[in-house]
């Protein structure tokens, strides 16, 4: 009976590993970011963000829809 215990804690506990690993792996890459990746600058505030992240028109770099449009909107 007492085996039959430790079998189902051993169980439970590589269940936890598991479950609790997947976020942390997740948090490892966001820490260290692609040193490759290309950084772009807003047109409109001027931050800094991650080309995949940015939204690009007529090669000119946003950091959103929103500045994207009040670029534009501001452009003679
Ligand atoms: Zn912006």
Redesign the pocket.
Same mark, same amino acid.
């Given at each position: 009976m007492g085996k039959l215990l430790f079998i189902v804690v051993i169980a439970v506990l590589v269940y936890w590993i598991i479950r609790t690993r997947k976020p942390n792996k997740k948090q490892i890459i966001e820490l260290l970011p692609d040193a490759s990746e290309d950084m772009v600058c +807003?047109e !409109? +505030?001027g931050?800094h963000l991650p080309e995949n992240e940015s939204i690009a028109s007529q090669g000119i770099f946003? +950091?959103?829809e929103e !500045?994207r449009q009040n670029y534009l909107n501001s452009e003679p």
């Open positions: +807003c !409109h +505030c931050i946003f +950091c959103s !500045h």
